[in-house]
């Protein structure tokens, strides 16, 4: 709604007293939102404390803004949370480990869709009967993945370890994908240098990175490549499933 206030006869000004949210590509979207919501702290009104004065989703808005736009925090459109009050945020969630339990929490979840994926695979895919996993989904964690896919999927489940006594860098057999999440990390400017102080803004800077993209998979959209690297690799997947 715009309210127009005539000054003078040969001057009219116009106000908007609407309240615009803002919607930049760095944004969430209502579904990531709703995945990522739960996981941060809510304030205890009974602890007292002044109430927020910005939403969180804005301020959580106005980071993202910055780590994919790779811009100076001075910088981040008036729309947006202010730049110091969303520093400060930042800064604190980095302090307190809030981004590392939402990052730990999602990864959780991502986890446990293994399971979700073979589901059913070999009625979809009867000449399925191996599948290579990281290390991670064999550990502690998930002890059971192994006995509940050859028991109830018929699915053996083999992990493609790191030879310890190789020194330096050596490409592992199955294990190229992970070089995507580098390219998807690379979408976010801001990781592609170190501009942090603290090592721990850094880190924090790459599990923000990874919240949003994890939240974007439970959400269930669609991640298109972007890049020649990704674009490569998408190509190659699609041409050949078994060029691992």
Known sequence: MVIFAVNAPAKITAMCVCSCKPCYASSLTDAQWAVIEPLL??????RGGRPLKFPRRL??????????????????????????????????????????????ALRERDRAGAKLVLSGVREEFP???????DGGYVNVVDAGLVGWAAGREGVEIVAVPRNADVKGFRVLPRRWVV??????????????????????????????????LIAARLAGEEIEPR??????????????????
């Open 41 to 46: 702290a809510e304030r205890d009104p009974r």
């Open 59 to 104: 301020v959580v808005d106005t980071v993202l803004y910055v780590l994919v736009s790779g811009c100076a925090w001075r910088l981040v459109p008036h729309d947006l949370a202010p730049w110091d009050a969303a520093c400060r945020w930042f800064r604190a969630w980095t302090a307190d480990g809030t981004w590392t339990q939402v990052h730990g």
């Open 127 to 133: 000449q399925v009967g191996l599948v290579w996993v």
């Open 179 to 212: 070089e995507r999440t580098f390219s998807w990390l690379g979408r976010c400017r801001r990781l592609a240098r170190d501009y942090g102080r603290k090592t721990a803004h850094a880190e924090a800077m790459t599990k923000v990175a990874m919240i949003r």
């Open 227 to 244: 890049g020649p690297i990704e674009t490569g690799a998408a190509r190659r997947l699609a041409d050949d499933p078994k060029n691992e």
